[in-house]
């Protein structure tokens, strides 16, 4: 924002209303796109894998269409010529899987979808297993499962990224609080940073993380990977879900949203200006967010039984797949 500087008058008149035409863009720029899954009109499928199917347990990638047998699947990223997903089944049960281009399986690790990581380039698995009371975490090689390094933490550690020999780690415990980078060469614990890390991109060098727990006063941090210090954003109000393909943007929503997802989400840059702000109608919520390129959303919206993925940029959406029942429904509290 540019500064007011004395040396620079103007008459109080002109000041009055550059400051209404300012308050009114800023508003229509702050009003959010209404989605409805059922009226939004068609647009081309996804650009990027994704979830289909009544359970969202189908894996789509153009004209691959692979079921998945499993109560819940998670979608951990591209990996070489193939996807790498998370199964969870009815029995508790879990397991990271690779599926290749033309349709086939291999199962990597048993460790939890939801706390293991594809590292950001796609060619390592950072799998996660809570056993008695430690966490175990193992590298693996994405494409054969492999496992080229393994270490168990005394403590509740979640990989965020790999890059070179060492794995970005986000600590909440009293002993491993904060970032860390474990070196896979020397075994070395190393702190990065005292803010606790939830998120990281290190082809974009991107480090998210909290200044605290967001339900004590915690705040959002956008910094470097490189230099944590270098702060390229902070808000207390909002949460970074995921980070678009070039690092350029980001998708957030309220820090302290619960339940089964938000009503409303905002696609920023990096440093923070909002560039789309979009709610569900009739007070539906927002499942998985990916981006599809540098600035374009595809969101998983669900409003009155009705789900399907949206594609979103500006302030324009359109449905990116066909509407289908909700997975789950349960509606959450309308934003504003």
């Known amino acids: 924002m540019r500064r007011f500087s004395p040396a620079r008058l103007v008459p109080a008149a002109a000041l009055s209303a550059a400051a209404l035409l300012i308050a009114s863009t800023s508003a229509l720029a702050a009003a959010p796109t209404t989605v409805d899954p059922k009226t939004l009109p068609e647009g081309p499928a996804p650009a990027v894998a994704h979830l ?4 969202l347990n189908v894996l789509v990638d153009g004209a691959l269409r ?7 699947v998670l979608l951990l990223g591209e990996s070489g ?17 690779r599926v290749e281009a033309d349709g086939s399986k291999l ?7 939801w706390s293991s990581v594809l590292s950001s380039d796609g060619t390592r698995v950072v799998s ?38 060492r794995v970005v780690l986000g600590g909440w415990d ?18 990065l940073s005292d803010r606790i890390a939830y998120r990281a991109d290190a082809q974009h060098d991107l480090l998210v993380s909290y200044t605290r727990d967001p339900y004590d006063e915690g705040c959002t941090v956008v910094s470097r990977l490189s230099d944590p210090g ?27 949203s619960d339940g089964i997802g938000p009503n409303q989400v905002q696609v920023r840059t990096v440093t923070g200006a909002v560039t789309g702000t979009y709610r569900v109608a009739h007070r539906g919520y927002f499942g ?49």
């Not at 289909?52 to 359970?55: I, S």
């Not at 054969?144 to 070179?164: I, K, Q």
């Open 230 to 256: 270098a702060k390229l954003w902070r808000s207390c109000d909002s949460t970074v879900s995921d980070i678009s393909t070039d690092g350029t943007h980001l998708a957030t929503y309220d820090i302290l």
């Open 128 to 165: 996660y297993e809570w056993k008695r009371g430690r966490s175990v975490l193992s590298v693996l090689d994405a494409t054969t499962g492999a496992v080229t390094a393994r270490r168990v933490f005394r403590s509740f550690v979640t990989p965020l990224d790999v890059t070179g020999d």
């Open 52 to 55: 289909e199917g009544q359970r």
């Open 81 to 97: 010529t193939g996807h790498v997903v998370g199964l969870s089944k009815r029995t508790g049960a879990t397991s990271l899987v």
């Open 288 to 336: 998985a967010l990916e981006f599809e390129d540098g600035d374009t959303l595809l969101a998983e919206a669900s409003s009155r039984r009705a789900t399907a993925t949206v594609r979103c940029t500006d302030a324009v959406c359109e449905r990116a797949t066909p509407v289908s029942r909700n997975p789950i429904y349960r509606l959450t509290p309308s934003a504003g």
């Open 107 to 113: 199962e990597l690790s048993d460790g939890d979808p």
């Open 174 to 191: 009293r002993r491993t609080r904060g970032t860390l980078a474990w070196d896979l060469t020397t075994g070395d614990l190393t702190r």
């Open 66 to 72: 692979v079921p998945l047998r499993a109560q819940a």
